[in-house]
């Protein structure tokens, strides 16, 4: 299957600071990529849906201020933590779509980024 | 009211069994698909299987296969022959509509835990 890459894996923040993770497609163009976050033991919640030269939906909820998602090229969206806390530690995943796909075809994850807040 | 339901949080299962993981959704669209996704401890999502709501034959790819019963709203995944690296959280998640932009709403997944 296709190749998402995300980067970091791993990352520890001090409070207040912020964090940039990146996704990215490493094989095809992805118009639309989404960014889920999940606490330990849960399900992945989505957060928003990027779209590639445009501005990213918000599911209810989310802080469009605090995350800020863009989506510049077809093969790269970014989720910035903009001044962290400790309650923003989770694992954060992303995933693309191929442009090209069949509507009815999965979408491709990234390894995920476990982010925490000290 | 939930979009998809899986009501085991923790399944066993002995090597070489067969184990069915239950999911049950919900949706009033006609076009939809249903995914099964494993994720090991090491927190990568692996597609397993697809579903089509269109889709007359039940999916299956290798030792999976999913259970498709329309009118029950339900999509089963069914492992044959467990192996010991099947030991993951299996999560469905739901499309609805066709399209490319449409996200995907996940269940609250199933631990499972294949034993020797």
């Known amino acids: 299957g296709a190749v998402v890459s995300q980067h970091p894996s791993w990352v520890i923040c001090k409070s207040g600071t912020s964090v940039k993770i990146e996704c990215r497609s490493l094989?095809?163009?992805?118009?639309?990529m989404f960014w889920y976050r999940q606490f330990p033991k849960q399900s992945l919640m989505l957060m928003a849906t990027?779209?590639?030269?445009?501005?990213?939906?918000?599911e209810q909820g989310v802080e469009k201020d605090k995350f800020l998602i863009n989506h510049a090229s077809l093969t790269l969206s970014t989720l910035t933590v903009t001044s962290a806390h400790p309650e923003d530690s989770s694992f954060y995943i992303c995933s693309a779509r191929d442009r090209d796909s069949r509507g009815d075809t999965e979408a491709f994850f990234g390894q995920g980024t476990r982010l925490t807040v000290v | 009211a939930q979009k998809i339901t899986q009501t085991q949080p923790g399944m066993f299962v002995q090597e070489k069994e067969a184990v069915t993981l239950d999911c049950t959704y919900d949706?009033?669209?006609?076009?939809?698909?249903l995914f099964w996704y494993k994720q090991p401890s090491s927190g990568e999502m692996i597609f397993l299987i697809y579903?089509?709501?269109?889709?007359?034959q039940n999916a299956t790819e290798g030792r999976y296969s999913l259970n498709f019963q329309k009118a029950r709203k339900s999509a089963n995944l069914v492992i044959s022959a467990s192996q010991l690296g099947d030991s993951a959280m299996y999560f469905c998640?739901?499309?609805?509509?066709?399209?490319?932009?449409?996200?995907?709403?996940f269940g609250t997944g199933t631990q499972l835990k294949v034993e020797l």
């Open positions: 949706t009033s669209d006609p076009s939809y698909g």
């Open positions: 094989d095809f163009q992805a118009t639309t």
């Open positions: 998640a739901m499309r609805e509509g066709i399209g490319g932009g449409n996200k995907l709403t």
């Open positions: 990027s779209n590639e030269g445009s501005k990213a939906t918000y």
């Open positions: 579903q089509g709501s269109y889709d007359q």
